[in-house]
């Protein structure tokens, strides 16, 4: 049976009382900012600073510095244990797979080391609980890391705390915090310094998300459509389809699910919409993660209406957020869809207003000119993401 790692987290949470000691292992400042907060409320803790795979020293020692910056910036009494930069010692854990794809044997037994290490040194110091926030990568596998955290507790007779920290808008939080501490926000995990750019395009409804993610692809950036992917996954025999099928009964007809009626449902009742998004969200972020990691080209842009809303932001370096007038919107979803006016604001309704995804976004491109206009945006943001690539 699956193990509900987030839900143990929150049991053992609820019973702390700011008396145990916490061994957290850090990878880095954003990943830190997911669940360090709630941490410190009930555990006295210790960071934990132990990342041999990060190449080269000075992304090492920017990595830490932006640790101990994210600590002061949230004003939080928590020392720091940084260890020695061996990178020897991660090229010995990782053996004959140095220098191997990302996401295999290389990586398992890079996160094996880093969590063998932090029990160890748990049990060495006398340490209640140790964790990691490596769980809060969109990158990593929670299931993975707290079975090698469950093994290295049992190996050192020590006690480790399940985490899951992209859950509970991990994500979001990552967002927030660094961009109000101004902390610094790497691209790549650590061995490998990134040589590809993950961009994602976000808007309301009829906002031109569409046309430009197809300017950025004639461009040539590899475009991967979410709305296309969730198409894909409720095709009749998919397993989402048949999980939607079980839950939403009266939305099937002739053993098929009739989509005009799940539309109609889901979009009148807030309660049926939310259950239907977590049968469809996990899966279609799952399989959007895995093409842009699959592809090779420089630039991969992800086109997501409600990139928030499903916990997706997590997976882009880069977001961008297109924009348009409610008037403009409303006329092009008219003319494009067919759709009417209730219909129209049921679905506004159902997403993030303009002024929170230009918040939550790091570039908003305003569409309420020509096709021509919005061309010379793509552009300009397509030749910068280039340059950047060629810097990093």
């Known amino acids: 049976m699956k193990t509900d790692n987030y839900a143990e987290y929150l049991n053992i949470l609820s019973a702390q009382d700011g008396s145990s000691k916490l061994l957290l292992h850090v990878c880095c400042a954003p990943c830190m900012s997911a669940g360090i907060c709630e941490l410190a409320e009930k555990f006295k803790v210790t960071v934990y600073f132990y990342n041999p795979n990060i190449r080269p020293r000075a992304e090492y020692v920017k990595r830490l510095k932006n640790v101990r910056k994210l600590i002061d910036g949230l004003g939080l009494d928590i020392d720091v244990i940084a260890e020695e930069y061996v990178p020897d010692e991660y090229e010995s854990a990782v053996g004959e797979y140095f220098g191997g794809a990302e996401h295999g044997e290389k990586c398992r037994r890079c996160t094996a080391l880093r969590i063998d290490r932090t029990a160890r040194k748990c049990a060495e110091l006398g340490y209640d609980y140790f964790t990691t926030t490596l769980t809060a990568s969109p990158l990593k596998n929670a299931d993975e890391l707290n079975g090698f955290m469950r093994d290295a ?22 967002k927030k915090i660094c961009d109000a501490c101004d902390i610094y926000r790497q691209r790549y995990c650590g061995c490998t310094p990134a040589s590809k750019l993950i961009v994602a395009v976000t808007g309301g409804i009829a906002s031109g998300k569409s046309v430009l993610t197809g300017m950025l692809g004639k461009l040539g950036a590899y475009t991967i459509d979410a709305d296309k992917i969730t198409r894909e996954l409720q095709r009749e ?42 049968i469809v969200h996990p899966a ?16 991969t ?88 690539l060629k810097q990093a």
């Open 237 to 278: 025999g998919e397993p989402v389809c048949e999980e939607i099928k079980r839950t939403f009964p009266d939305c099937v007809s002739g053993g098929k699910l009739d989509r005009t009626a799940l539309k109609k449902a889901v979009f009148s009742d807030e309660r049926k919409l939310s259950l239907l998004e977590s």
């Open 301 to 388: 842009v992800i086109e997501v209406p409600l990139l928030f809303e499903s916990g997706c932001s997590s997976i882009a370096d880069v977001i961008v957020n297109v924009r348009a007038s409610e008037d403009i919107r409303r006329t092009r979803a008219f003319m494009r869809d067919g759709m009417d006016g209730d219909m129209f604001d049921r679905v506004r309704r159902a997403q993030l207003s303009d002024e929170e995804r230009t918040r939550l976004s790091d570039v908003t491109v305003v569409n309420d000119g020509t096709a021509e206009s919005l061309g010379l945006a793509a552009k300009e943001l397509y030749d910068g993401w280039l340059d950047r």
């Open 284 to 299: 279609v972020k799952a399989e959007m993660k895995r093409r842009a990691l699959a592809s090779d080209s420089p630039i």
């Open 153 to 174: 507790a049992a190996k050192y007779a020590v006690k480790y705390l399940p985490s899951d920290f992209k859950k509970n808008n991990g994500n979001l939080k990552i």
